[in-house]
Nanobody, 125 residues
Framework: QVHVVESGGGSVQAGASLRLSCTAS????????MGWFRQAPGKEREFVSAITWSGGTTYYADSVKGRFTISRDNAKKTVYLQMNSLKSGDTGVYYC??????????????????WGQGTQVTVSS
């Protein structure tokens, strides 16, 4: 089972940028689909973005399209989430997730096999 760890969170002003990283370890291979979810205080966890194991297909929530970019470096076993033009509504704990199954199904159900501990992103207006 793959183990994933997030990093790169922090506190920024609205309009700023942050880049989150998620590094995989353990019984890993490159063919894991990866996703980012977030959970704001008092709200349910929501999908943010995902990328196929090859990096050939990406998915974004409507709320982040045009502002966030997901990418991966399989040689480094790392997935990145570049977040630009951050808004206060982007505040939350961001979780990285990994899964080898159908990515669309995993995005829809939130049923990724492995999850990180999360990294806090706070955007103040």
């Amino acid at each position: 089972q793959v183990h994933v760890v997030e990093s790169g969170g922090g506190s920024v002003q609205a309009g700023a940028s942050l880049r989150l990283s998620c590094t995989a370890s353990g019984r890993t291979s490159s063919n894991y689909n990866m996703g980012w979810f977030r959970q704001a205080p008092g709200k349910e966890r929501e999908f943010v973005s995902a990328i196929t194991w090859s990096g050939g297909t990406t998915y974004y929530a409507d709320s982040v399209k045009g502002r966030f970019t997901i990418s991966r470096d399989n040689a480094k076993k790392t997935v990145y989430l570049q977040m630009n033009s951050l808004k206060s509504g982007d505040t939350g704990v961001y979780y990285c997730a990994a899964d080898r199954g159908d990515l669309v199904a995993a995005i829809t159900t939130g049923a990724f096999g492995s999850w990180g501990q999360g990294t806090q992103v706070t955007v103040s207006s």
